[in-house]
């Protein structure tokens, strides 16, 4: 069983920057891929950024390209979501996902950002 828990959310201004953490608690081993999703009032969630456990590979959504950087750190068994030149449509609760070699996935409760002046 995996659990996540992320921190780090907050107000920032636009142009400001964030670091996201997410600690994996479980059996690292046991998932394929760590994802950062997102979810503003009124609209779907959506894929922000995935690094995989293995070989470390990151995606990004267009939306967050060249701001947003994913990365991992395996000893401390945490991933980090960290965001620069924030935008207000950056604006969303934040969640870690675990996608599992089971084909399960596990989701942590998410953090709020709020880019605001």
């Known amino acids: 069983q995996v659990q996540l828990v992320e921190s780090g959310g907050g107000l920032v201004q636009p142009g400001g920057s964030l670091r996201l953490s997410c600690v994996v608690f479980?059996?690292?081993?046991?998932?394929?891929?760590l994802d950062w999703y997102r979810q503003a009032p009124g609209k779907q969630r959506e894929l922000v950024a995935r690094?995989?456990?293995?070989?470390?590979?990151?995606t990004y959504a267009d939306s967050v390209k060249g701001r947003f950087t994913v990365s991992r750190d395996n000893a401390k068994n945490t991933v980090y979501l960290q965001m620069n030149s924030l935008k207000p449509e950056d604006t969303a609760a934040y969640y870690c996902?675990?996608?599992?070699?089971?084909?399960?996935?596990?989701w942590g409760r998410g953090t709020q950002v709020t880019v605001s002046s």
């Open positions: 996902n675990a996608s599992l070699y089971s084909g399960t996935m596990a």
């Open positions: 479980g059996n690292m081993f046991s998932i394929n891929a």
């Open positions: 690094i995989t456990t293995g070989g470390g590979s990151t």
